[in-house]
């Protein structure tokens, strides 16, 4: 069975330092990874996703990933923080052999200080 | 193009008492899911539809919960009786053909409070 976990419920950064959320994967076949953010009551939006292309995947908002499979990661980071990028990320993965069902971590709440 | 429309956005009742939910999905997107994400939480699938069809219903709790997708477009998700652990925010999300591409397009939610 697939599942993920993110690292750090909450994560903290100052405006124009480094973002970096992590997650990490289990999954018995190449799998399909994905991160969303969810802002206060709204639903999730998808940022960017890894479907077996180019390992380092570039998303909205300046963000980006990179797959490595021999760590079982998929990091999400972003060089500078803004105001806005203050919500909540999730990261997912899928297995066509699971019907293509997202299974999704914990979430990590990340604040941006000015 | 619309996205995802759910509707209540927010819902309170009382214990015991009924609740449902709609969703209409983008246009021409057969593939339609219904998630629940408790507080703190991830979303977790409850029922996924191929066109009519569930295909996969393993997680909804049948005692109280059902859900229906006639004629392949819009669904109901309902509650019945609600229990105070019910309380959380249903996503529905919609997918086409090539969805793994793409990834799911979600909508706002309902956030149903049982008192």
């Known amino acids: 069975a697939q599942s993920v976990t993110q690292l750090g419920s909450h994560v903290s950064v100052s405006e124009g330092a480094l973002v970096l959320l992590r997650c990490n994967y289990s999954s018995s076949v190449p799998p399909y990874l994905f991160w969303y953010v969810q802002y206060p009551n709204q639903g999730l939006q998808l940022l960017l996703k890894y479907t077996s292309a180019a390992t380092l995947v570039k998303g909205i908002n300046g963000f980006e990933a990179e797959f490595k499979k021999s760590e079982t990661s998929f990091h999400l980071t972003k060089p500078s923080a803004h105001m806005s990028d203050a919500a909540e990320y999730f990261c997912a993965v899928s297995d066509p052999e699971y019907g293509n069902k997202l299974v999704f971590g914990a979430g990590t709440i990340l604040r941006v200080k000015s | 193009e619309a996205g995802v429309v759910q509707s209540p956005r927010y819902k309170i009742i009382e214990k015991k008492q009924p609740v449902a939910f709609w969703c209409n999905p983008i246009?021409?997107?057969?593939?339609l899911y219904w998630y629940r994400q408790n507080l703190g939480q991830g979303p977790e699938l409850l029922i996924r539809?191929?066109?009519?069809?569930?295909?996969?219903d393993s997680q909804l709790p049948k005692d109280r919960f059902s859900a229906e997708r006639l004629k392949g477009v819009d669904s109901t998700l309902k509650i019945q009786p609600a229990e105070l652990g019910d309380s959380a925010v249903y996503l529905c999300?919609?997918?086409?053909?090539?969805?793994?591409?793409?990834?799911?397009?979600f909508g706002s939610g309902t956030r149903l409070t049982v008192v």
């Open positions: 539809y191929e066109n009519e069809e569930a295909v996969d």
């Open positions: 999300a919609s997918s086409g053909q090539g969805e793994l591409n793409y990834g799911y397009t």
């Open positions: 246009s021409g997107h057969n593939t």
